[in-house]
């Protein structure tokens, strides 16, 4: 058996406000939104929607915690439970896991950095059926149902093709206009003053000084206790409004949620094995005045220690890759190329290998995590120095929102300019690639720049700090 069971074309309804519809009439709880800003580009066409939880992986804890899994070992099992399924479909993507991966995973890969414990699972990942698939650019959506049921991964025809009836029935009911994004109040705090920021840059630069460090990737966290009853939908909304992105993303699950405007794709793996990586490197803000936005552009462009830092990530992304990749295989068809995006200008390089055929998708992540443009080189001595500083645990941010596919294809982002929800309480984190030239004031303001469209999803933004003000 194989391939999509059920499927059905539906017309077209924007994938957040389809999302709020369904979570107001079944809740949110597991709900999985892969968005895209949909802008035509190539990495932009499909966004997905699935919110009814068939099963979970979930995993918390360190190696040496006897209650503790593997979340590499877990999604190894997970795709090996729904791989009878895989096959060909209206979609890139017609089925598996969904869900994030946490930064500190990486203690079950390299024990020597002093990993911090997130309030979040490692990992969790849901399997859903149906799942809805959003084509941006034919602007339609297909419903797929394998007919899944918790007790059986077997597949059931009679199921699915029930399931694709009714969610076709329901599409007449759901509204079709975009729904109008709900005020959020909250206050913020910093929980790195900016000026604890840029001394701790100049510690960065210190080491590397010493030779101890190339680069790192330092981060700095807000965080907010929300003031009305935590609606992720509504933050999703308003970030999403905020700050589009072409690897945005919701997961829900248990209290916890990620809530993404991420325009860093980490790895793609198709089922025929081959990779692709985009990291992000060099950064400066948008103008309104069309002059100096080109400007800013060419400064970034033509910016020696931007390039650098650009080419640094992308040789140990060569690296990583190396390890499962076939000889000969990894090449960079662009190097440092130039992206704007609607608050900031990036230079985005592109990787590609070739899987070995004895390797899998897992092996890949083993291999590659946590990603090397938001760690630094060398990568675990990087994490460890950062591990030193930050004083919060990253959780999802730095980690990724995914999607494992029952036919092994692999989709994922790098979680950056994102929000962490955990109960009431809102974190929001950015970072800067710091290497030995950087100018700590200027990575501080950079760092503001990131996080600006984070805390403007609240209406009560009032940034504190004691002793200091916000940049």
């Given at each position: 058996?194989?391939?999509?069971?059920?499927?059905?074309?539906?017309?077209?309804?924007?994938?957040?406000?389809?999302?709020?519809?369904?979570?107001?009439?079944?809740?949110?709880?597991?709900?999985?939104?892969?968005?895209?800003?949909?802008?035509?580009?190539?990495?932009?066409?499909?966004?997905?929607?699935?919110?009814?939880?068939?099963?979970?992986?979930?995993?918390?804890?360190?190696?040496?915690?006897?209650?503790?899994?593997?979340?590499?070992?877990?999604?190894?099992?997970?795709?090996?439970?729904?791989?009878?399924?895989?096959?060909?479909?209206?979609?890139?993507?017609?089925?598996?896991?969904?869900?994030?991966?946490?930064?500190?995973?990486?203690?079950?890969?390299?024990?020597?950095?002093?990993?911090?414990?997130?309030?979040?699972?490692?990992?969790?990942?849901?399997?859903?059926?149906?799942?809805?698939?959003?084509?941006?650019?034919?602007?339609?959506?297909?419903?797929l149902s394998h007919g899944l049921t918790p007790g059986s991964l077997a597949g059931n025809?009679?199921?699915?093709?029930?399931?694709?009836?009714?969610?076709?029935?329901?599409?007449?009911?759901?509204?079709?206009?975009?729904?109008?994004?709900?005020?959020?109040?909250?206050?913020?705090?910093?929980?790195?003053?900016?000026?604890?920021?840029?001394?701790?840059?100049?510690?960065?630069?210190?080491?590397?000084?010493?030779?101890?460090?190339?680069?790192?990737?330092?981060?700095?966290?807000?965080?907010?206790?929300?003031?009305?009853?935590?609606?992720?939908?509504?933050?999703?909304?308003?970030?999403?409004?905020?700050?589009?992105?072409?690897?945005?993303?919701?997961?829900?699950?248990?209290?916890?949620?990620?809530?993404?405007?991420?325009?860093?794709?980490?790895?793609?793996?198709?089922?025929?094995?081959?990779?692709?990586?985009?990291?992000?490197?060099?950064?400066?803000?948008?103008?309104?005045?069309?002059?100096?936005?080109?400007?800013?552009?060419?400064?970034?462009?033509?910016?020696?220690?931007?390039?650098?830092?650009?080419?640094?990530?992308?040789?140990?992304?060569?690296?990583?890759?190396?390890?499962?990749?076939?000889?000969?295989?990894?090449?960079?068809?662009?190097?440092?190329?130039?992206?704007?995006?609607?608050?900031?200008?990036?230079?985005?390089?592109?990787?590609?290998?070739?899987?070995?055929?004895?390797?899998?998708?897992?092996?890949?992540?083993?291999?590659?995590?946590?990603?090397?443009?938001?760690?630094?080189?060398?990568?675990?001595?990087?994490?460890?120095?950062?591990?030193?500083?930050?004083?919060?645990?990253?959780?999802?941010?730095?980690?990724?929102?995914?999607?494992?596919?029952?036919?092994?294809?692999?989709?994922?982002?790098?979680?950056?300019?994102?929000?962490?929800?955990?109960?009431?309480?809102?974190?929001?984190?950015?970072?800067?690639?710091?290497?030995?030239?950087?100018?700590?004031?200027?990575?501080?303001?950079?760092?503001?720049?990131?996080?600006?469209?984070?805390?403007?999803?609240?209406?009560?933004?009032?940034?504190?700090?004691?002793?200091?003000?916000?940049?």
């Amino acid at each position: 058996m194989s391939g999509i069971l059920a499927a059905a074309r539906l017309s077209w309804r924007d994938p957040w406000a389809t999302a709020r519809c369904v979570a107001a009439l079944e809740g949110n709880d597991g709900l999985v939104l892969l968005d895209q800003d949909s802008d035509g580009a190539s990495t932009s066409r499909w966004a997905y929607l699935g919110w009814r939880v068939i099963r979970q992986l979930r995993c918390r804890g360190f190696p040496g915690d006897p209650q503790a899994r593997d979340p590499f070992a877990e999604l190894a099992a997970g795709l090996q439970a729904v791989a009878h399924l895989g096959g060909e479909g209206p979609a890139p993507f017609n089925g598996g896991w969904m869900g994030w991966l946490a930064y500190e995973a990486g203690a079950w890969i390299e024990s020597r950095p002093t990993w911090k414990q997130p309030d979040e699972p490692l990992l969790w990942a849901a399997l859903h059926d149906p799942l809805l698939a959003f084509d941006l650019r034919q602007r339609h959506v297909w419903v797929l149902s394998h007919g899944l049921t918790p007790g059986s991964l077997a597949g059931n025809r009679a199921l699915a093709e029930q399931r694709v009836a009714a969610v076709g029935s329901l599409w007449q009911q759901l509204p079709t206009a975009v729904l109008p994004s709900i005020p959020v109040s909250g206050r913020w705090h910093w929980c790195t003053e900016p000026r604890r920021f840029a001394d701790q840059v100049r510690q960065v630069k210190r080491w590397i000084a010493a030779g101890d460090l190339f680069q790192a990737n330092l981060s700095c966290c807000c965080e907010a206790t929300l003031a009305d009853a935590a609606d992720p939908m509504a933050l999703y909304g308003l970030l999403r409004q905020a700050s589009p992105a072409p690897f945005a993303g919701l997961a829900i699950s248990a209290g916890d949620a990620v809530i993404s405007a991420s325009p860093e794709r980490f790895l793609r793996a198709g089922a025929d094995g081959w990779i692709e990586t985009r990291p992000i490197k060099g950064t400066r803000p948008r103008a309104r005045d069309p002059a100096l936005d080109a400007d800013l552009a060419v400064e970034l462009i033509t910016s020696p220690k931007d390039r650098a830092e650009n080419v640094m990530i992308v040789d140990l992304l060569r690296n990583d890759l190396g390890r499962v990749c076939v000889p000969g295989s990894i090449r960079v068809p662009v190097l440092a190329g130039h992206e704007p995006y609607r608050q900031v200008h990036h230079l985005t390089s592109v990787v590609e290998g070739q899987l070995r055929p004895d390797h899998n998708v897992v092996d890949l992540l083993r291999a590659c995590w946590p990603g090397g443009s938001i760690s630094g080189a060398p990568k675990v001595r990087a994490c460890r120095r950062l591990a030193e500083l930050e004083p919060v645990a990253r959780g999802p941010y730095c980690g990724s929102l995914f999607q494992l596919g029952c036919d092994g294809q692999w989709d994922s982002s790098i979680v950056i300019r994102s929000l962490m929800l955990h109960g009431q309480r809102l974190r929001a984190h950015a970072g800067c690639g710091i290497v030995a030239d950087s100018d700590p004031d200027a990575e501080t303001a950079e760092m503001a720049v990131k996080i600006a469209a984070l805390r403007s999803v609240l209406s009560d933004r009032v940034y504190q700090s004691p002793g200091s003000t916000a940049p």
